[in-house]
């Protein structure tokens, strides 16, 4: 990137930025008391900014945490392009958590923030190899929509994956239903309908999964929004998944075997601005 891997910038109580290393003893590294945005930064611009701040604020809310002292969007890119200038392509990881220390009771409500900052890397635009795991499920919950900073589920997920040597890891709900993927939401298609699991499956609300749907809307294509059992993935034309980066297309599970060309008018949504 320019001589290092990751850029840590931290900012506590309002206070100014600062680039270091923050304090390790915080609530979120103690209990994943917070929450994490995780965005592009592309041409000076953070792509699909103002459903980053809807989610991040939204998630807040549901939290209990104070945002009243949260960096504005405009105030981020402005920080990002004298850093960085407008031509890097970034990977911003923003991580918001609650202050004090405490126990498990909150002493306070008020916000710490830290930006990671790395290259910006595309997705792999074709998985071949992926499995409906049997072992971990995804638990509902009233902050299960939110993207918090307990992803132990999606780390158990992924070394699962990584040790069956597989690309793509499908999670199910603690019910049985679809629930997303290994670090992204699942999208399907069969006969010119697509699919895509409930929030009430426990998912994360994705932006881009909120993109994705926005532009079907609004083109009226067929979307179905439900809770689905495992086979209806399975017998599927088409399986794809998308998160900040972009679209990825899976190309089997187990027997089952997708067409893997590119949706255009899905692919164009994750243009640069």
Not at 54 to 79: A, H, N, Q, Y
Not at 106 to 134: C, H, R, W
Request: net charge negative; aromatic share 12%.
């Amino acid at each position: 990137m320019f001589g290092f891997e990751s850029i840590v910038w931290f900012k506590e109580n309002g206070n100014p930025w600062i680039e270091e290393t923050p304090q390790m003893v915080n609530r979120g590294f103690l209990f994943g008391d917070g929450l994490f945005e995780t965005m592009a930064f592309l041409r000076g611009k953070i792509r699909f900014s103002e459903m980053h701040w809807e989610r991040l604020t939204e998630g807040c809310g549901t939290l209990g945490l104070d945002g009243s002292t949260l960096t504005s969007i405009p105030e981020l890119e402005k920080r990002l392009a004298e850093k960085f200038g407008t031509v890097t392509d970034l990977r911003i990881r923003w991580n918001v958590f609650r202050n004090g220390l405490g126990k498990y009771t909150p002493e306070t409500d008020m916000i710490s923030e830290i930006l990671q900052i790395q290259a910006f890397a595309l997705p792999v635009k074709i998985k071949k190899n992926g499995y409906i795991s049997d072992s971990i499920q995804v638990p509902f919950s009233p902050w299960s929509h939110c993207k918090t900073l307990n992803a132990l589920t999606y780390v158990m997920a992924n070394r699962e994956r990584r040790q069956k040597e597989m690309d793509e890891v499908i999670l199910l709900s603690t019910d049985g239903f679809v629930s997303e993927a290994g670090a992204a939401n699942v999208f399907w298609l069969k006969n010119h309908r697509f699919y895509t699991p409930s929030l009430a499956c426990g998912g994360i609300a994705g932006v881009a999964r909120k993109i994705i749907l926005n532009k079907l809307n609004a083109l009226q294509i067929p979307i179905v929004v439900d809770a689905f059992r495992p086979e209806a993935i399975l017998e599927a034309d088409k399986v794809f998944t998308s998160n900040v980066t972009g679209i990825s297309y899976l190309e089997r599970i187990g027997d089952s075997v997708f067409e893997v060309s590119p949706i255009d008018f899905l692919e164009s949504l994750f243009g640069q601005p």
